[in-house]
């Protein structure tokens, strides 16, 4: 009954219908569908600093990144315990992987945070594990969580406008990522930053890739044998 009811609480949101439907096929078909989305660096204008304020307006939610040990070793255990909790593999891991971990934090508590990854393939484990293999200037953008106590003040939109800025730096020229299709707030807070959708995959719920469509995305998508 509680999921019904979550599902039912979609309907309030942008997409939420369109969320609702796709949850439906879901349950009726056992598939799952995610969409893929990008983001053309090229075409970005500069990000100018606006960092984001409490609803209050009293405390400022400040942004890091961490990329080596270093960059772990000077903030508190506790925040990046937090950070590993929402990142996958570990923010350790992912490091020794050659990802980055951005986050917007407030004081020694997480807001908003997601992974970057870069190679010629990216493994994800959801909706399956699948390995994506990306075109030459790409990288993989991952695990966007924003806590429910700072949701609805536009911190992951903040977020990626500033994971973007960074990305560019080191010479990308776009960002890939793959979405839930019933994940109405993801998909709104990519789209109101200018996220375009490039495809699609359909996954059985025993994990099987049965539909894909990549064609023009500059992408391939397979099953981890």
């Known amino acids: 009954m509680n999921a019904w009811r979550e599902r039912l609480a979609l309907l309030r949101y942008k997409g939420g219908f369109k969320a609702a439907a796709f949850w439906l096929i879901k349950i009726l078909c056992r598939v799952e569908i995610y969409f893929f989305y990008a983001t053309d660096l090229t075409r970005q204008q500069a990000l100018l600093p606006q960092p984001l304020v409490k609803k209050s307006g009293t405390e400022i939610f ?6 080596s040990a270093q960059d772990i070793a000077i903030h508190p255990h506790e925040l990046i315990e937090q950070i590993s909790s929402q990142s996958g593999r570990g923010v350790t891991q992912l490091i020794q992987d050659d990802a980055k971990i951005y986050a917007l934090i407030d004081g020694t508590q997480v807001v908003s945070q997601t992974n970057i990854s870069h190679g010629a393939v990216i493994r994800v484990d959801s909706p399956t594990d699948l390995d994506i293999g990306l075109a030459s200037g790409d990288a993989f953008l991952g695990y966007l969580f924003t806590h429910p106590h700072y949701r609805g003040l536009g911190a992951a939109a903040l977020l990626l406008e500033m ?8 010479g990308y020229s776009r960002i890939v990522t793959h979405i839930r ?9 990519f789209k109101k930053c200018g996220w375009f959708k490039i495809g699609w995959i359909v996954v059985s719920t025993s994990n099987h890739l049965l539909l894909r469509c990549l064609r023009k995305a500059g992408i391939t998508v ?3 044998k």
């Open 62 to 67: 400040h942004f890091i990144s961490l990329n």
């Open 163 to 170: 994971v973007c800025e960074d990305v560019k730096k080191y």
């Open 181 to 189: 299709s019933t994940n109405v707030a993801s998909l709104n807070t």
């Open 222 to 224: 397979s099953v981890v």
